[in-house]
């Protein structure tokens, strides 16, 4: 096959775009959603793809990028001394939280932050908001009542893609146990989850009803599509978007969106990875087979690894192909993909299609013939996607994002990973189903720190609060984060928690992720980013 230099070319579009934006760790819109929303969706998705932006946003540079990757798979220094430091007992942890929120109430009160009699919100790092252009009648202490906190989801309970409900039951399982332990802040809390089922405009509805009814203190939103869709009346009705569960680079704006946080790597990061291993690992004029879901998340993924590979003199052709993110087979999309004999295969998608593209790249012969196959970090959940790929499954890399997954052997002995595992049975979860436990030792424990450092400033638990503290989370040592990987966030200097990673590669016969060289650095080096749909950053 002759291969043409820099041929960056679509090979397959599936036609159904799912509504009102697609989908981000997975979509399940139906056929018979409006044409009108998905033909305009497309057209901004194609625009995008044909002009790639000028400026990546949410990612640290090539340059740094490049560096940081360099030491971390250098033979220099030891993850040692860092992950000697850290606790080796629960109450050792709780100390170190303690100070670690400390130190942001500290912060507040030496400068200044907080809700001033003018109504402006003054944060960190320039961070304001101006409570005058809320609604009329905006309530900062809405969602406050009779000594309960309500807190309003929406994710996928049901269709193709609903393994991402069992993020909730988790987080749930951890609000269950923070509330037997007597709540925060003179509040327990109850957690409200609305399925709609990764469509975009069932989120709209559901949210519609949230705002009218239950009227939560705050909201989260699972989906770069389903955030998009209700990003706007969240920012307009001054309702937090909490630590969003998508890793899309748009929810790093804090002057635009000051309401809505993201959580995870983005996607920007990922793809930029991927590219950096990919130059250090293989030969020149390497081919690159890219099977993208069909939607804002997708698009993500592959408009952040075409700017690198239109940069890259290494990076010989990028072969795409795109899927529906309903479709309940791959077998056409990676057969197309296996023609362009690729050196490199990339699973840009997410949910059951991750399962799916693994088992199609064994059957059509990309895993014997390509050099590295690579999964995506939505899909590191062992139990959910590993295990059922089955011997495919083996040897596959991911930028990892720096996250333990639970049911990864690997942590069998991890103080933390043990300690959740054990109460997320305790409070009627399924410590065998690895996005459960996402849901609660990852995801959890930084909703508490959220909480009690809102609780400890003045005024205590309500929305503005609520912003103050993640916009202001200095320094949060996770513990189901890979050593060395931070979490923090700074006003607007730095709009996102999580900007380093693991490269790792699954072992099928040890059942656990294993890492390549150390984890890599890239806190603070992530610019913000304005997003505007059909151009980028």
Not at 351 to 377: D, K
Not at 466 to 477: D, K, S
């Amino acid at each position: 096959m002759r291969r043409m230099k820099k041929n960056f070319a679509a090979l397959a579009v599936v036609a159904m775009v799912a509504a009102a934006c697609g989908g981000d760790d997975a979509s399940d819109a139906p056929a018979e959603e409006p044409a009108a929303e998905e033909s305009a969706e497309e057209s901004a998705e194609e625009e995008a793809a044909e002009e790639p932006a000028e400026e990546t946003g949410g990612a640290a540079s090539e340059e740094e990028t490049a560096e940081a990757v360099e030491e971390a798979m250098s033979d220099d220094g030891d993850d040692a001394e860092e992950a000697d430091a850290l606790p080796t007992t629960l109450e050792g942890w709780q100390e170190l939280w303690e100070s670690e929120r400390a130190a942001v109430v500290a912060a507040a009160e030496a400068e200044g932050w907080g809700l001033g009699d003018d109504g402006i919100l003054v944060g960190p790092a320039g961070f304001t908001i101006d409570t005058n252009e809320c609604p009329e009648g905006w309530n900062n202490d809405e969602g406050l009542d009779d000594g309960v906190i309500t807190i309003g989801v929406t994710t996928a309970a049901s269709g193709s893609l609903a393994v991402y409900g069992n993020i909730y039951t988790g987080l749930g399982a951890y609000f269950d146990m923070i509330n037997d332990q007597g709540g925060i802040g003179g509040y327990t809390f109850e957690v409200i989850v609305k399925d709609d089922e990764y469509v975009a405009a069932k989120t709209i509805e559901a949210w519609s009803e949230f705002f009218q009814n239950q009227k939560p203190l705050v909201g989260h939103t699972l989906g770069s599509p389903n955030t998009f869709s209700v990003q706007p009346e969240f920012n307009n009705q001054c309702v937090p978007q909490v630590m969003v569960a998508t890793g899309h680079q748009a929810w790093g704006d804090p002057v635009n969106h000051p309401w809505t946080t993201g959580y995870q790597l983005s996607y920007a990061s990922e793809a930029l990875l991927w590219g950096t291993w990919i130059e250090k690992n293989t030969e020149p004029g390497v081919v690159v087979a890219g099977l993208v879901m069909d939607n804002d998340f997708g698009l993500a993924y592959e408009q952040g690894f075409k700017d690198f590979a239109e940069k890259s003199d290494h990076i010989e052709e990028f072969v795409i192909v795109r899927h529906d993110p309903a479709a309940a087979t791959l077998t056409n999309e990676v057969t197309t993909l296996a023609a362009s004999n690729p050196d490199v295969f990339i699973s840009m998608t997410a949910g059951n299609p991750c399962v799916l593209a693994i088992q199609e790249a064994g059957r059509s012969g990309i895993i014997e013939n390509a050099q590295a196959v690579f999964t995506p970090s939505v899909c590191k959940s062992i139990a959910a996607y590993m295990d059922p790929a089955g011997d495919d499954a083996d040897g596959w890399y991911i930028v990892g994002g720096g996250i333990k997954d639970t049911t990864d052997a690997g942590y069998a002995d991890d103080l933390w990973i043990s300690y959740a595992n054990e109460k997320l049975d305790e409070y009627g979860g399924d410590s065998s189903i690895s996005l459960q436990g996402e849901g609660f030792a990852n995801r959890g424990i930084v909703w508490e720190q959220i909480l009690r450092i809102a609780a400890e400033l003045e005024g205590g638990i309500n929305r503005t609060n609520i912003m103050l503290a993640q916009r202001g989370l200095l320094n949060f040592t996770h513990p189901a984060l890979l050593d060395g990987i931070k979490m923090n966030m700074n006003g607007n200097s730095d709009a996102y928690y999580v900007e380093g990673s693991d490269i790792s590669q699954y072992s099928l016969a040890d059942r656990t992720w294993v890492q390549q060289g150390k984890t890599i650095d890239l806190s603070g080096l992530s610019p913000n980013c304005a997003w505007v749909s059909g151009e980028g950053c």
